[in-house]
């Protein structure tokens, strides 16, 4: 992250007050936050075999997340360098680097020990086709439960619904998802399928959505500072708590938790809550 007056024109050189590096990518934002919350979590992926793969493994390990699955590729680590300036305003640049090849080839070789997980949550940050071919292998009966968190966003028609058990997009990600259609046309069209969905509506909550009941879940109230990362721990609780047979509205409560505390602190991967402060939170709105 790049904190700087004014961003620079084509060909322009300017200076920036600061440089902060911090870890991120949404699969091992959730990967963390579910490891914090007290999951057992191995997360699947490649990293580049820079500098920042070692760190960005180091991290994770120290997190709880096993990685021994994740590939190290000799191409760049998948970052994204973020530019703010004085309106607080940003432009954000991403590199896929390792990310972009986790593909079919990568999801055949992890697809043994996947399928033996009670949830599998997956992110839209690397290529369909690998998260496309893991669905396909995943036998219909006898296999994880699928949470697809789908962001970055992208046209409904474009993601495999086939399989996905929960889909947890925020309200910016569900108009976007509609494409040109309406937000109530897209919600018909997943319902249409065994899929049902969890909206994260940021202050507001979240709101549970299937083909035969629909219920609202308010949020917690706390003094937000920082939203960055409050969707990632959001899903990484989600996928705690039904790794812990939680009912779906206590699991929803439970996410709901761990994103309002995760607002309070900046970052994504340090401000993620422990299993005991989101126990608290809900213990004392009772
Ligand atoms: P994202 O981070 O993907 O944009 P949201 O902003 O909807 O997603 O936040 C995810 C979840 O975090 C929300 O569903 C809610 O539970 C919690 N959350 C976010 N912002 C706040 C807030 N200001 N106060 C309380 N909870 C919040």
């Known amino acids: 992250v790049l904190n700087l007056r004014d961003f620079p024109r084509p060909g322009q050189t300017t200076k920036a007050r600061n440089f902060d590096k911090s870890p991120g990518g949404k699969g091992a934002n959730q990967a963390v936050a579910a490891a914090g919350l007290g999951g057992e979590v191995s997360m699947y992926g490649a990293l580049g075999d820079d500098s920042y793969g070692d760190v960005l493994r180091e991290t994770l390990a120290k997190s709880g997340v096993k990685t021994a ?6 191409v760049s680590s998948g970052l994204a360098i973020v ?3 004085k309106n607080g305003e940003n432009e954000i640049v991403t590199v896929a680097g390792a990310n972009g090849t986790v593909k079919s080839k990568y999801a ?23 998260i496309r071919k ?9 296999r994880p439960k699928v949470i697809l968190d789908p962001a970055p966003a992208i046209p409904l028609d474009q993601i495999p619904l086939q399989k996905v058990d929960i889909l947890t997009p925020n309200e910016k ?6 494409s040109n259609k309406t937000t109530d046309a897209a919600l018909k069209a997943i319902l249409s399928t065994e899929t049902t969905i ?22 917690y109230d706390v003094k937000a500072e920082d939203t960055t990362g409050a969707g990632d721990a959001f899903n990484g609780a989600l996928a705690v708590a039904l790794s812990n047979d939680y009912k779906t509205d206590k699991a929803i409560k439970f996410a709901n938790a761990a994103g309002a505390i995760a607002t ?7 401000s993620i809550p422990t299993f005991d402060t989101v126990k608290k939170l809900m213990k004392e709105s009772e």
């Open 69 to 74: 699955n994740i590939e190290r590729r000799s």
């Open 83 to 85: 530019m703010v300036d």
């Open 108 to 130: 055949e070789k992890v697809f043994r020990p996947i399928s033996k997980s009670k949830i599998l949550l997956l992110q839209l940050e690397t290529p369909l086709a690998g």
């Open 134 to 142: 893991v669905l396909n292998l995943l036998p219909d009966k006898g």
């Open 173 to 178: 990600e569900l108009g976007i998802l509609s």
């Open 198 to 219: 969890i909206l994260k509506q940021g202050e507001d909550g979240a709101e549970y959505i299937a083909a035969d009941s629909k219920f609202h879940v308010p949020a």
């Open 264 to 270: 309070k602190g900046n970052g994504a991967q340090s």
